[in-house]
């Protein structure tokens, strides 16, 4: 059970219990995923009934008809290939650990700074750094004019925070200021991490449902048979993997945008400066070509009308408005 949110670091204490739990449904996803797979595939396959250690699957444990008996055949599958199941999805996710900095660089064409190259950026940081005794993230710039920031890593080493060339004209050095301790407070609580973590898995996911779907268009067009409604049940379900993949994301992502705001008033002491900075972002945050899981991990990444109640930060208003009547 969780303790009572009494101060800040609590409400980090709880806030990381409550994102580990959640982190802990990616598995069960990741096998309902694969049951759905199996499921979509066999709607189409030719294949004769498997035989597990001398025993045919005819002879199915309920009575065998058009839904039962390829469910049966599905939960099999998926039961016997759990090991190779697991082991794809953790190479994937080593490989994922060790490059993801590469990525995300080659990705939005950001460049690592020194000293040398942006010195107000690099010394507000390692002022921020020393005053707390923290390692100092690597520093990139984005060339774009959005306003925008985020920062990313799964180690010490990689933590780095990426800004866009528009926030540093933008802002003021004490607007500045916050706007990194905002970014450092995220590597401080360790939500950097988990939200990193969290889009590798979803990453997995939206690859094998690909996978899948291209499986069964080429399974279909040789066999020339196919069952219309295990592939619907089959992408229903898969459909579902992903909503529920997408709604963990959001509930690991949301709250922390509060703890990142008040992390960096408690860095600074400047609650003024987070407030003008989140109000000059406001309308100009949107990077161009950007994918939507690196912008999960901006400073704002707005949505509007229906959709922004699945949006992974709250409006940047009522974070302003927390700001003021909580550290005003």
């Known amino acids: 059970m969780l303790s009572p949110a009494v101060g800040l670091k609590t409400h980090i204490w709880n806030n ?3 994102s580990i739990a959640l982190m802990c449904m990616f598995p069960v ?5 694969a049951f759905a797979c199996f499921l979509i595939l066999g709607s189409v396959s030719s294949e004769p009934t498997p035989v597990v250690d001398g025993v045919s699957w005819t002879l199915y444990p309920i009575e065998a008809s058009w839904f039962s008996a390829p469910i049966y055949d599905a939960l099999m599958r998926t039961y016997l290939n759990i090991p190779w199941i697991l082991i794809a999805a953790g190479f994937w996710f080593l490989a994922a650990y060790h490059y993801h900095e590469r990525i995300i660089s080659s990705v939005m064409n950001a460049r690592y700074v020194e000293r040398r190259d942006e010195p107000l950026l690099y010394d507000t940081l390692e002022n921020l750094c020393i005053s707390r005794g923290l390692y100092r993230p690597k520093l990139a710039i984005i060339e774009s004019p959005a306003l925008n920031a985020f920062a990313s890593g799964l180690e010490e080493k990689s933590y780095t925070i990426t800004v866009t060339r528009g926030l540093l004209e933008a802002l003021s050095p004490d607007e500045l200021e916050a706007v990194l301790a905002h970014e450092l407070t995220h590597i401080r609580n360790e939500d950097v991490r988990l939200l990193v973590i969290s889009i590798i898995f979803v990453g997995i996911f939206s690859f094998v449902a690909e996978l899948a779907y291209r499986g069964f ?4 067009r040789s066999s020339g048979r196919s069952d219309g409604r295990l592939k619907i049940l089959g992408f229903i379900l898969i459909g579902v993997g992903y909503l529920l993949s997408i709604l ?3 509930c690991l992502s949301r709250r922390r945008e509060y703890l990142a705001d008040a992390g960096a008033v408690e860095l600074t002491k400047n609650s003024d400066a987070l407030v003008r900075a989140l109000e000059k972002i406001s309308g100009k945050a949107k990077i161009t070509d ?3 899981s690196l912008a999960e991990m901006c400073i704002e990444n707005a949505s509007t009308g229906f959709f922004s109640m699945f949006s992974t930060h709250p409006p940047i208003k009522k974070r302003i408005e927390t700001l003021r009547t909580f550290a005003g």
Do not use: C, E, G, T
């Not at 996803?29 to 995923?33: D, I, K, M």
């Not at 268009?217 to 279909?220: G, V």
């Open 16 to 18: 990381n219990a409550y």
């Open 29 to 33: 996803l990741l096998l309902l995923l």
């Open 217 to 220: 268009l080429q399974k279909s």
């Open 248 to 250: 963990v994301r959001f």
């Open 290 to 292: 950007m994918p939507d």
